[in-house]
């Protein structure tokens, strides 16, 4: 599979989930990737982890949030 | 036309080109025909104490059919002595008073050897000084150039006793034979330097000959490390010009040197910092009457920029190089390949192909022509095939717009700290 496959099919499940309404509360980076949770309140349920592969999955989940996707969220747990 | 006068910390310049000291300012015939052919000042060869050179003294590496991409010496500082050199300068300076005379030097680390050679140094007429703390042979061996070059501390020492008897400019020449120069720069200030000159020379050895099994140069089959300096060393010498530049503790003017050989040069060296440059190997391989072209190429690119001054080329990029944790992620480039310009050598796709993201593809087109194209989604922008492509213009490196603000390393380091509600990532500069 070339690598923009890899990473497409990495974003496409980070979209669906943001636009099913979850939000990220979490990156963690460790030698096997970035493990990324996922938590929607409304309607509420399990928290959702993905384990991102590809560097472009890893760079596209944090423009989001620098895009200001969440950026509330980001905000409250900086105060 | 432009003005290419420089004043350098105090020091008057009719141009930024000068003769770094090496062979080429030996003596006072050499750098009066240097001055003849346009070169507006000289670093005299350095005088200290009385030394004997070895015969074999030099050696080059040429590469892929360029002679002298870089060049090796074990030469150390004059073996003539300080009083013939002395009247030399003087004579020099009589003839051409407008241009720059700076006396290199170099003696033990002690107090009282560098009051009496200033002194007399200074006694007859130079325009600035310039510690040679960056010989890195023969002299380092005796605790001076290059050994008292990489101790912070007795470089600010040195300078500071230079400083105390000196009456003209203290250009301290640094040695990059260490880890970060920016650490001796802040020391050299320190002391009291008004600027610095870099670089010195890089330890090095040009080679091993294969059938005798002697190194490259040889002194009666013994060898012993050199200084390496010409075109291979240039972008070495640019990126420590560049990191004392946008350092604020160094924050003193900067002579650039390293590899200089043509006017494109000597404007990257002023970009990135430097007040004015000067030349070695360029004139050992070329001669001196190189400085012709030099001052025509800079005064036809000043009129095309439309400046008035040479003055306004220094530090202007100085603020385009920053940290790598600061570079914008979201930038993104890919390759494209115009059929037209190309000669099919293949090269790219061997490169992409092999050490790179394999994603130049061999195509036919309608007309059954075999074509090369980037699939631009897996390109990564490394820019490889666009540095082996033979054919000029047959690969453009193309900016996209990903539609995204930007965002560096250290920016999603800080988002992700933000998110997991802690500092944990490192930033990176
Ligand atoms: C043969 C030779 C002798 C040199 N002697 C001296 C010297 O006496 N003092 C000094 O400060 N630098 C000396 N240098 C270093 C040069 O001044 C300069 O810093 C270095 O060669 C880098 O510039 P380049 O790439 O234009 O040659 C010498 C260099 C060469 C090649
Ligand atoms: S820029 Fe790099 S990744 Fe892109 S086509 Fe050229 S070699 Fe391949
Ligand atoms: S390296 Fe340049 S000339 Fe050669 S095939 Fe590629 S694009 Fe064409």
């Known amino acids: 599979m070339s690598a923009f496959a ?21 990156i963690y980076e460790d030698l096997d990737g970035a493990r990324v949770t996922f938590i929607r309140s409304e309607p509420a349920g399990e928290p959702v982890e993905l384990l991102l592969l590809t560097a472009d999955a890893r760079k596209h989940v944090t423009a989001l949030l620098v895009s200001g996707f969440r950026m509330v969220a980001v905000v409250e747990s900086y105060s | 036309m432009a003005d290419l ?7 008057k310049s009719p141009n930024p080109f000068w003769l770094a000291s090496a062979p080429p300012t030996n003596t006072g015939y050499q750098v009066q025909r240097a001055f003849e052919a346009g070169w507006g000042g000289a670093v005299w060869k350095t005088l200290g104490e009385p030394v004997i050179n070895t015969s074999a003294r030099f050696a080059a590496v040429h590469f892929g059919g360029q002679r002298v991409a870089g060049f ?23 003839r051409f008073p407008d241009h720059t005379i700076i006396a290199s030097l170099m003696v033990e680390p002690k107090r009282e050897k560098w009051h009496e050679i200033v002194k007399r140094v200074e006694a007859i007429g130079v325009d600035g000084l310039e510690l040679n703390f960056g010989c890195p042979h023969g002299m380092a061996e005796r605790g001076m150039g290059a050994a008292s070059g990489q101790q912070p501390d007795l470089v600010l020492a040195q300078t500071a006793w230079v400083k105390e008897v000196a009456t003209t400019p203290v250009i301290v020449k640094l040695t990059p034979n260490i880890t970060d120069i920016t650490v001796v720069a802040r020391h050299a200030v320190k002391g009291g330097a008004d600027a610095i000159s870099l670089i010195n020379t890089i330890n090095s050895l040009a080679g091993v000959d294969i059938h005798s099994w002697n190194t490259i140069p040889n002194v009666g089959g013994q060898g012993a490390h050199g200084g390496y300096c010409g ?30 050989s043509t006017w494109q040069d000597v404007v990257e060296f002023m970009l990135m910092g430097s007040t ?34 040479v003055t306004e080329l220094i530090g202007q990029s100085v603020p385009r190089y920053s940290n790598w944790g600061d570079l914008d992620l979201n930038y993104k480039v890919v390759a494209r390949i115009n059929e037209e310009n190309c000669i099919n050598c293949n090269k790219c796709h061997i490169a992409c192909e092999d050490a790179s993201h394999q994603c130049i593809d061999m195509l036919t087109n309608a ?55 802690s500092y944990s990532e490192a930033e990176v500069v």
């Not at chain 2, 075109?231 to 350092?247: H, N, Q």
């Not at chain 2, 007309?367 to 453009?396: H, M, T, W, Y």
Request: hydrophobic share 40%.
């Open chain 1, 6 to 26: 890899e990473f497409d099919q990495e974003r496409q499940r980070i979209d669906s989930l943001i636009g099913q309404g979850y939000t990220i509360t979490g």
């Open chain 2, 276 to 309: 004015g440059i000067q030349v070695c190997t360029a004139v050992m391989h070329h001669g001196f009457r190189i400085v012709e072209e030099m001052i025509d190429g800079l005064n036809h690119y000043l009129d095309g920029k439309g400046l008035a001054s």
């Open chain 2, 72 to 94: 090796n010496n074990i030469e150390l500082i004059t073996d003539r002595p300080l009083e013939v050199n002395l009247k030399e300068i003087y004579e020099t300076k009589r």
């Open chain 2, 367 to 421: 007309e059954g022509k075999a074509i090369l194209q980037v699939r631009e989604e897996d390109c990564v922008g490394c820019n490889l095939c666009s540095i082996v492509c033979p054919a000029d213009g047959a690969i453009d490196m193309v900016a996209l717009d990903s539609g995204l603000a930007p965002m560096s390393w250290n920016q999603r380091s800080r988002i992700i700290s933000g998110v997991n509600g």
């Open chain 2, 231 to 260: 075109p291979a060393v240039k972008p070495i010498a640019l990126s420590m010009v560049a990191e004392c530049a946008r350092d604020r503790e160094v924050g003193v003017p900067i002579s650039g040197i390293g590899g200089i």
């Open chain 2, 5 to 11: 006068s420089i004043d350098f910390a105090g020091i």
